[in-house]
């Protein structure tokens, strides 16, 4: 059986299409990613699928219009729990058949796959309590009124183990899902993270530790597939964030320089979704002018200062965004602003990091 599809393409008809979402509740996520499925329903065609794992909230919709757009139309299936991983490769693979195939499918929420009911940290621990139970009536001396969650050493030992069937399910999720020609559109519930390394600093130290920013609840294998990410903070109207107020939030949003119209201060749209569709189609569309590059050539006698902060900044990205982040908050304002002018050199070391 040949490995290679010939004759070799050089362009796809279709371009996958991954767009993420993050944002705590409240933020308009189901809204704004029905609006984007309605523009890239406009381009390719087919129907529009919610796959809704929070009890019907897709539902408040039907019919309704959503702020000054008319109501959009589209079906829903319920996944109620448990909700693991291999789950939710079944149901996306029941969604994308069809003839026309759907114009998008919409995942609405996606974090329920790592911290819902029956989800990844759930399964781990279904799992670890058989392993154990069996374990104590295989052995020589088994335990009556053996109880698994007092067994410490007993976890210790199983723990590794009980992760392996959830951690093989949510790699092949992972995998499945840029591999699939159907438009997706995940929706990630965010949280506000706190500074783990506050109590180690001078300044903060025996203080609430300060907000870093918002942080998806989700895996990495999730985040990356994503062709763009955006942050719709509380209140937003609709209005994404395509910068992060620190290092540690820039790092998971992602906006490449191709889809960079999208941050035109404005509403998520179905315009918006149009242009996505388009670029996934394949089509010329309207790039950004170029920006001019400032200046940043360093002052006569600061060469060799301002090189040995921006390879520090780059040694530090390499540690991830914790370590980038604790480092970040000591600088000056003006060693933050040297540090920005490499900002995409950062995230590409930061991306190359969570690859690995």
Known sequence: MPVLQF????????????VGLEGPPGAGKTASALLLAEGIR????????????????????????????????????????PFRADRFMAALTELSTGDPPPACIIVDSISDEHEGEGGRNDWKDAVLQDIMERANRNSDHP??????????????????????PSSAARRALGLKMPRMRVPLILTFRAREKSDIFADKKPKTRGAEPPKVGWSPVAPDEFIRSCDLLALLPVRSDGVPVWKG?????????????????????KPLSPAHGEFLAR??????????????????????????KRQQLLDTARAKA?????????????????????????????????????AA
């Open 7 to 18: 004759p070799l393409q050089k362009r796809l008809d279709w371009k996958p299409l991954i």
């Open 42 to 81: 406009r381009v390719r065609g087919g129907d529009i699928r919610v796959l809704d794992t929070e009890g019907g909230r897709a539902g408040k919709y039907v019919g309704e219009p959503i702020g000054r757009h008319p109501p959009v139309d589209f079906s829903f299936a319920l996944m109620d729990p």
């Open 143 to 164: 335990v009556k009124d053996y109880n698994w969650m007092t067994d410490y050493a007993g976890q210790l030992k199983w723990t590794p183990k009980a992760w392996q």
């Open 245 to 265: 107020q620190n290092a540690y939030e820039g790092f998971v949003i992602k906006l490449p320089e191709y889809f960079k119209p999208l941050d035109d201060g």
């Open 279 to 304: 670029w996934s189609k394949g089509e010329k569309v309207a790039q950004p002018e170029p920006k001019k590059e400032p200046d940043r050539q360093p002052a006569p006698n600061g060469n060799g």
């Open 318 to 354: 390499r540690e991830g965004p914790g370590m980038f982040n604790l480092w970040w908050h000591d600088l000056s304002p003006a060693d933050q602003d040297t540090v920005l002018t490499i900002e995409d050199e950062l995230r590409q070391i930061g991306e190359a990091t969570a």
